[in-house]
């Protein structure tokens, strides 16, 4: 079984210009995260998906993150303007469904350095 | 906010020995506990959970305990390997995975 596919795997990009990060769930998954990890900390959960609605985005910054989950299967997050403190691994992760098989699958991660 | 805190934030042991990392938690909502292992850059990777009805679960040389009452959880790994290096996290949710809380992370060394 494939696992969560996200690209692309690494990214630089100057303070204030936009960047837009791919993620491709585990086939059949309903369920789609996207989770945050700065340098030495854990994930931060942004949003939460449950086919192609939103169910949390309480912690997404929405002044300049976006996040949309078109056909309930792939999913994009973007980020406009881009700040030096955006610079971390974003993280996506796909579950089953939120009845009860909701183990959550993460994908390798995009890392982004803003400058 | 509700937070998770984990300690210790690095744990050094000799092979075949074991290692403990322990979780608090705040929200009395939380009823899901995952551990994940990460390894450099990889994603996190389910190692074990449990649910609010179990008080401990074992796989082989890992198990889990949760304390509800007392709103702890830790990770119990026997019989360590140099493979077993790696950061461990714990975390927090409510069923369905919503609102999904990670400790800090513990960076584990297991000396050959």
């Known amino acids: 079984e494939a696992g969560v596919a996200q690209s692309p795997r690494y990214k630089i990009i100057e303070k204030r210009q936009s960047v837009a990060f791919w993620c491709n769930p585990i086939?059949?998954?309903?369920?789609l995260y996207w989770y945050q990890q700065i340098l030495g900390q854990g994930p931060k959960l942004l949003i939460q998906?449950?086919?192609?609605?939103?169910?949390?985005d309480s912690q997404l910054p929405k002044d300049r993150f976006s996040a949309e989950r078109l056909k309930g299967v792939d999913s994009t997050l973007k980020i406009q303007p881009a700040k030096l403190e955006d610079s971390a691994v974003y993280l996506c992760?796909?579950?089953?469904?939120?009845?009860?098989?909701?183990?959550?699958?993460f994908g390798p991660g995009t890392r982004l350095t803003v400058t | 906010g509700e937070n998770v805190e984990q300690h210790p934030s690095t744990l050094s042991v000799q092979e075949g020995d074991s290692a403990v990392i322990k979780c608090t938690y705040s929200d009395s909502a939380s009823n899901y506990f995952p551990w994940y292992k990460q390894e450099l850059g990889k994603g996190p990777q389910l190692i074990i959970d449990i649910r609010s009805n179990v008080g401990e679960k074992k796989d082989q040389r890992i198990a889990v305990t949760l304390n509800k009452t007392a709103k702890h959880f830790s990770l119990h790994i026997t019989e360590t390997q140099p493979e077993d290096s790696a950061v461990y996290f714990c975390a927090a949710s409510h069923t369905g995975g919503f609102k999904t809380i990670f400790g800090a992370g513990t960076r584990l060394f297991v000396k050959a």
């Open positions: 998906f449950q086919n192609n609605g939103v169910v949390d």
């Open positions: 992760a796909s579950s089953l469904d939120l009845d009860s098989s909701y183990e959550q699958y």
């Open positions: 086939s059949g998954h309903a369920t």
